[in-house]
């Protein structure tokens, strides 16, 4: 099992920037891929973006390519998302998430999940 949770949500003008920070523990070894996916008020689950801890590559959602940067650190297995210039159709519920096929981009191919965290853009 994968144990993740997410830390860094918030209240944001637009415009503004947000980190958020998940941390893995448990046997990450299963979970090759990490991801964030959101879910908006009304809407189901939408992929954001996701990245490897092998090689560190990544795929972005278009909604938020350029404005937002995931990474990854092995030695503290933890998996941020710098998100800048948020919009107000960047509210939603963002979660962690951590699958074993590298580049998935479907939230049913991730197996563990955190918790969620909640980010509002809003003047």
């Known amino acids: 099992q994968v144990q993740l949770v997410e830390s860094g949500g918030g209240l944001v003008q637009p415009g503004g920037s947000l980190r958020l920070s998940c941390a893995a523990s448990g046997r990450t070894l299963s979970a090759a891929a990490m991801a964030w996916f959101r879910r908006a008020p009304g809407k189901g689950r939408a992929f954001v973006a996701t990245i490897t801890w092998s090689s560190g590559s990544t795929t972005y959602a278009d909604s938020v390519k350029g404005r937002f940067t995931i990474s990854r650190d092995n030695a503290k297995n933890t998996v941020d998302l710098q998100m800048n210039s948020l919009e107000p159709e960047d509210t939603a519920v963002y979660y962690c998430?951590?699958?074993?096929?590298?580049?998935?981009?479907?939230?049913?191919?991730?197996?563990?999940w955190g918790q969620g965290t909640q980010v509002t853009v809003s003047s």
């Open positions: 998430a951590g699958g074993p096929r590298e580049g998935a981009l479907g939230p049913w191919e991730y197996r563990y």
